[in-house]
């Protein structure tokens, strides 16, 4: 795949995710109850807003407010620009690997600008479950990088015919 077809694999799956997340934390911040929780298909779906100062299911929110800008803020900033670095000097990545790894860029740069913007949160609006059987709870751009893990499992890279 040449550098341009993966800037712009790049910026379209960016400007949707990105734009689809964003776009539903604000209707979260301005439309949704502030933690508390409303439940839909007979308790399928629970959608309410909540601010989320850790990682994945929450993870780390009781670290100190350092631990968590060297964390989430450096750790992650350099992980996503090194994650950036590979998407454009990478060989070995099909198109669907471009793909992938996008979704999961795009989450993350999503999630990064959220905590950059809502004092260190990021806002969180979903559940989904049966009974005691739940997610955590979770937003648009967990969706893609999720989405993007599961697809870069079934991925096979390219071998290299130069060796």
Do not use: H
């Not at 479950?129 to 890279?157: C, E, H, Q, W, Y």
Request: proline residues 1%; aromatic residues 12%; charged residues 15%.
């Amino acid at each position: 795949m040449t550098l341009m077809n993966r800037l712009v694999v790049l910026l379209g799956i960016c400007a949707v995710s990105v734009g689809l997340d964003q776009g539903t934390k604000w209707y979260a911040a301005e439309n949704l109850s502030r933690f508390e929780m409303t439940s839909y298909w007979g308790d399928l779906l629970r959608i309410g807003y909540a601010e989320n100062t850790g990682a994945f299911l929450g993870l780390g929110s009781s670290m100190s407010d350092s631990a968590k800008f060297w964390i989430f803020v450096c750790a992650v900033g350099l992980i996503l620009a090194a994650l950036l670095g590979y998407i454009f000097k990478t060989k070995s990545q099909p198109k669907l690997g471009i793909i992938s790894l996008s979704l999961i860029f795009s989450g993350g740069i999503s999630n990064f600008y959220d905590r950059a913007v809502n004092n260190g949160a990021v806002i969180d609006f979903l559940n989904i479950g049966i009974g005691s059987l739940r997610t955590g709870i979770f937003n648009v751009a967990d969706m893609a990088i999720m989405l993007g893990v599961f697809i870069l499992l079934f991925v096979k890279p390219i071998e290299d015919k130069s060796a």
